[in-house]
Protein backbone atom coordinates (compact mmCIF):
# COMPACT_ATOMS: atom_id res chain seq x y z
CA UNK A 1 0.00 0.00 0.00
CA UNK A 2 1.36 3.59 -0.66
CA UNK A 3 3.08 5.40 2.49
CA UNK A 4 0.87 8.33 1.54
CA UNK A 5 -2.39 6.52 2.38
CA UNK A 6 -4.39 7.27 5.19
CA UNK A 7 -7.41 6.30 7.06
CA UNK A 8 -11.10 6.97 6.49
CA UNK A 9 -12.62 10.20 7.84
CA UNK A 10 -16.59 10.49 8.69
CA UNK A 11 -16.89 12.95 5.41
CA UNK A 12 -15.08 10.15 3.39
CA UNK A 13 -17.50 7.08 4.91
CA UNK A 14 -20.68 10.10 3.73
CA UNK A 15 -19.28 9.99 0.40
CA UNK A 16 -19.26 6.23 0.42
CA UNK A 17 -22.37 6.32 1.75
CA UNK A 18 -23.60 8.42 -0.70
CA UNK A 19 -22.07 6.67 -3.89
CA UNK A 20 -23.98 3.31 -2.38
CA UNK A 21 -26.71 4.85 -1.95
CA UNK A 22 -26.79 6.13 -5.78
CA UNK A 23 -26.37 2.48 -7.36
CA UNK A 24 -28.92 0.98 -5.18
CA UNK A 25 -31.34 3.44 -6.41
CA UNK A 26 -30.20 3.32 -9.87
CA UNK A 27 -28.86 -0.50 -10.25
CA UNK A 28 -29.45 -2.44 -13.35
CA UNK A 29 -27.92 -5.63 -14.04
CA UNK A 30 -25.34 -5.12 -17.04
CA UNK A 31 -26.50 -1.80 -17.08
CA UNK A 32 -25.91 0.31 -14.07
CA UNK A 33 -23.33 -1.74 -12.02
CA UNK A 34 -21.00 1.53 -10.20
CA UNK A 35 -22.12 4.61 -8.51
CA UNK A 36 -19.64 7.05 -7.43
CA UNK A 37 -19.68 10.36 -5.10
CA UNK A 38 -17.17 13.32 -4.93
CA UNK A 39 -17.15 16.66 -2.99
CA UNK A 40 -16.42 19.23 -4.72
CA UNK A 41 -13.76 22.52 -3.05
CA UNK A 42 -17.09 23.87 -2.02
CA UNK A 43 -18.47 21.25 0.10
CA UNK A 44 -21.29 19.67 -2.65
CA UNK A 45 -21.54 16.22 -2.48
CA UNK A 46 -21.98 14.96 -6.33
CA UNK A 47 -23.11 11.42 -7.40
CA UNK A 48 -23.13 9.62 -10.78
CA UNK A 49 -23.69 5.93 -12.41
CA UNK A 50 -22.04 3.98 -14.93
CA UNK A 51 -23.73 4.24 -18.07
CA UNK A 52 -23.22 1.15 -20.16
CA UNK A 53 -23.85 0.83 -23.87
CA UNK A 54 -23.76 -2.25 -26.22
CA UNK A 55 -21.05 -0.88 -27.77
CA UNK A 56 -18.61 -0.87 -24.82
CA UNK A 57 -16.54 1.94 -26.07
CA UNK A 58 -19.25 4.12 -25.75
CA UNK A 59 -19.86 3.07 -22.31
CA UNK A 60 -19.25 5.71 -19.67
CA UNK A 61 -17.97 5.45 -15.85
CA UNK A 62 -19.61 7.01 -12.87
CA UNK A 63 -16.44 8.79 -11.77
CA UNK A 64 -16.94 10.80 -15.20
CA UNK A 65 -20.21 11.28 -15.28
CA UNK A 66 -20.38 12.58 -11.59
CA UNK A 67 -17.62 14.97 -13.04
CA UNK A 68 -19.96 16.13 -15.61
CA UNK A 69 -22.72 16.78 -13.23
CA UNK A 70 -20.11 18.91 -11.23
CA UNK A 71 -19.42 21.09 -13.89
CA UNK A 72 -22.62 21.24 -15.64
CA UNK A 73 -24.71 21.83 -12.81
CA UNK A 74 -22.31 23.57 -9.95
CA UNK A 75 -19.95 25.50 -12.55
CA UNK A 76 -17.20 23.35 -10.71
CA UNK A 77 -14.23 21.95 -11.53
CA UNK A 78 -12.42 20.98 -8.15
CA UNK A 79 -12.27 17.48 -6.81
CA UNK A 80 -11.97 17.42 -3.32
CA UNK A 81 -12.40 13.51 -2.64
CA UNK A 82 -13.95 11.07 -4.82
CA UNK A 83 -14.85 7.01 -4.46
CA UNK A 84 -16.40 4.64 -6.58
CA UNK A 85 -18.46 1.20 -5.83
CA UNK A 86 -19.65 -1.89 -7.43
CA UNK A 87 -22.83 -3.19 -6.98
CA UNK A 88 -22.60 -6.79 -7.40
CA UNK A 89 -24.78 -8.75 -10.03
CA UNK A 90 -27.51 -10.51 -9.08
CA UNK A 91 -25.34 -14.63 -9.31
CA UNK A 92 -22.83 -13.81 -7.30
CA UNK A 93 -22.87 -15.02 -3.59
CA UNK A 94 -21.55 -11.94 -1.79
CA UNK A 95 -23.94 -9.06 -2.18
CA UNK A 96 -21.83 -6.26 -0.50
CA UNK A 97 -21.87 -2.88 -2.08
CA UNK A 98 -17.71 -2.69 -2.15
CA UNK A 99 -15.27 0.58 -3.16
CA UNK A 100 -13.54 -0.22 -6.37
CA UNK A 101 -10.40 1.84 -7.49
CA UNK A 102 -10.83 4.10 -10.71
CA UNK A 103 -9.98 2.67 -14.21
CA UNK A 104 -6.91 3.75 -15.77
CA UNK A 105 -9.10 6.52 -17.91
CA UNK A 106 -10.58 7.48 -14.59
CA UNK A 107 -7.42 8.62 -13.20
CA UNK A 108 -6.66 10.40 -15.89
CA UNK A 109 -9.15 12.20 -15.66
CA UNK A 110 -9.67 13.10 -11.76
CA UNK A 111 -6.05 14.05 -12.12
CA UNK A 112 -6.75 16.36 -15.18
CA UNK A 113 -9.41 18.51 -13.63
CA UNK A 114 -7.99 18.39 -9.90
CA UNK A 115 -4.32 17.49 -9.46
CA UNK A 116 -4.55 17.59 -5.53
CA UNK A 117 -7.67 14.83 -5.42
CA UNK A 118 -8.13 12.49 -3.17
CA UNK A 119 -9.36 8.98 -4.04
CA UNK A 120 -11.05 6.39 -1.82
CA UNK A 121 -9.60 2.81 -2.44
CA UNK A 122 -9.58 -0.64 -1.05
CA UNK A 123 -6.47 -0.97 1.02
CA UNK A 124 -5.85 -4.73 2.52
CA UNK A 125 -8.07 -4.01 5.56
CA UNK A 126 -10.29 -1.50 4.12
CA UNK A 127 -11.31 1.35 2.63
CA UNK A 128 -8.33 3.97 2.29
CA UNK A 129 -7.47 7.28 0.61
CA UNK A 130 -4.66 8.44 -1.45
CA UNK A 131 -3.44 11.16 -3.53
CA UNK A 132 -4.34 11.02 -7.19
CA UNK A 133 -1.05 10.74 -7.97
CA UNK A 134 -0.33 7.64 -6.00
CA UNK A 135 -2.85 5.50 -8.62
CA UNK A 136 -1.38 7.46 -11.59
CA UNK A 137 2.89 7.34 -11.56
CA UNK A 138 4.08 9.05 -14.96
CA UNK A 139 1.28 10.96 -15.78
CA UNK A 140 0.61 11.59 -19.31
CA UNK A 141 1.07 14.97 -20.67
CA UNK A 142 1.29 16.67 -23.88
CA UNK A 143 4.47 17.08 -23.72
CA UNK A 144 4.56 21.09 -24.78
CA UNK A 145 6.84 22.30 -21.31
CA UNK A 146 9.06 20.72 -19.32
Same mark, same amino acid.
Given at each position: $?????? @?????? %???? !? &??????????????????? @????? +?? %???? *???????? *?? $? &??????? @?? *??????????????????????????? %??????????????????? !?? !?????? $??? +??????????????????? +???
Amino acid at each position: $MDARAT @ALSAQD %QELI !D &AACEAIKRRYRNDWQEVGA @ALRSR +TG %QIIT *GVNLDAYL *GR $M &AVCAEAV @AL *GKLVTDHGETGIDTIVAVRHPRPHEPD %QTIRVVSPCGSCRELICDY !DP !DARVII $MGE +TGPVVVPIGALLPNKYNRG +TGL
